[in-house]
């Protein structure tokens, strides 16, 4: 049974770099099925897909936070990452990694990690 | 004006049907879209229910009961779950999602309430 999680840091300062990585288990991350993404939270508040990345490398970001989103694959770890830099505090969120089907549905999803962006 | 608007709440009777909305912005298509659903209870990721562009091209989750149906309304722009046979388990938030201008949209979602 495919299984994601997420890891990195809780807190981030101001200003700097968030940086998240998820870690896929009982399935590999280059199928060519799928399409690998993340998608936050804030407290209280609804969903929002930041970004989305194949296992060739290729990736799609939310326009809304193109410029400062980079999504990474190591498919030698089975491993995809999240970079959003210049974090303020409306980038306090429930991160969620999740795992797209070709047809556009997200069915397998991490438990989330909570990022608090604080000084 | 967002892209996709739900009713911020819903209450139902259990053993109801509960109708969710997910009304596009004026200007675009429902008819050019496939509408998601996810359910989110707390604490807990989202839950893929189902995805809904015609009768004759719909996909339920795996493991959704046939209990959630997906439609489209013409006539309100809307996408809608329906939910029959309400138990208290499905109390819960439910938020639709599209593809639109290169990204993938949530609507605010709507909180279910069954009591």
């Known amino acids: 049974q495919l299984q994601l999680q997420e890891s990195g840091p809780g807190l981030v300062k101001p200003s700097e770099t968030l940086s998240l990585t998820c870690t896929v288990s009982g399935g590999s991350i280059s199928s060519s099925s799928y399409y690998w993404g993340w998608i936050r939270q804030p407290p209280g508040k609804g969903l929002e897909w930041i970004g989305s990345i194949y296992y060739s490398g290729s990736t799609y970001y939310n326009p809304s936070l193109k410029s400062r989103v980079t999504i990474s694959v190591d498919t030698s770890k089975n491993q995809f990452s999240l970079k959003l830099s210049s974090v303020t505090a409306a980038d306090t969120a429930v991160y969620y990694c999740?795992?797209?089907?070709?047809?556009?549905?997200?069915?397998?999803w991490g438990q989330g990690t909570l990022v608090t962006v604080s000084s | 004006q967002p892209v996709l608007t739900q009713p911020t709440s819903l209450s139902a009777s259990p053993g109801a049907s509960a109708r969710l909305t997910c009304t596009l912005r004026?200007?675009?298509?429902?008819?050019?879209?496939?509408i998601f659903w996810y359910q989110q209870k707390p604490e807990s990721p989202p839950r893929y229910l189902l995805s809904?562009?015609?009768?004759?091209?719909?996909?339920?989750g795996s493991g959704v009961p046939s209990r959630f149906s997906g439609s489209k309304d013409a006539s309100s722009n809307a996408g809608i779950l329906v939910i029959s046979g309400l138990q208290s388990e499905d109390e819960a938030d439910y938020y639709c999602m599209i593809w639109h201008s290169s990204a993938w949209v949530f609507g605010g979602g709507t909180k279910l309430t069954v009591l």
């Open positions: 809904y562009y015609s009768d004759s091209s719909k996909h339920q």
């Open positions: 999740a795992r797209r089907r070709g047809d556009g549905d997200w069915p397998d």
């Open positions: 004026s200007g675009i298509n429902l008819g050019s879209y496939r």
